[in-house]
């Protein structure tokens, strides 16, 4: 298994429980520049912000391109602790992230994988580098916790 993302999946482990802990769904994100350092990171924010696009991914994507001053992130990784959907695939194409870092696999709404693969669609201009599983058990406790809590 490769350990080279541990250390940023942690952080974005931390990042998750903070949401959770603040009633949102337990996702957290950073971006890495090409040597790994975070530059930017997010968690879930849609319930404290009430927007339907603050997604962990989105979160992270808006604060890296705000700290770069550019919106193309070609030689960045994301690290995310759930399998990104289709709104966040998107935003991770349209920023030309060069990798796609998980934790869970989504069955229900991933799309890069489980039920879609839009970010290696060879149909689409760009594709990026999909590497799922990574600290998925601590993911999963995570958002097992969470929506047994509200049962």
């Known amino acids: 298994m490769n350990r080279a993302f541990d250390e940023p999946m942690r952080r974005a482990l931390a990042l998750a429980a903070d949401a959770g802990n603040d009633g949102d ?13 975070i530059v930017a990171e997010g968690r879930n924010l849609r319930e404290q912000t009430h927007d339907p696009t603050a997604h962990a991914e989105v979160v992270a ?5 705000e700290h770069l ?5 070609e030689q960045h ?11 966040c695939a998107g935003a991770i194409l349209q920023s030309r992230v060069a990798r796609v870092v998980f934790g869970a696999w989504d069955e229900k709404a991933g799309a890069a994988g489980s039920m879609y693969d839009l970010l290696r669609d060879r149909r689409l201009p760009y594709r990026a580098e ?3 599983g990574v600290q998925s058990d601590a993911a999963i406790a995570l958002l097992q916790q969470f929506f047994d809590s509200r049962r």
Do not use: Q
Request: with cysteine; glycine share 10%; hydrophobic share 60%.
């Open 77 to 87: 990784t994301l690290v995310v602790t759930l399998e990104p959907c289709v709104m």
């Open 61 to 65: 994507l808006r604060a890296a391109a």
């Open 130 to 132: 999909v590497v799922g």
């Open 25 to 37: 769904v337990p996702v957290g994100a950073v971006v890495l520049d090409a040597t790994g350092a």
């Open 69 to 73: 001053g550019s919106w193309n992130l």
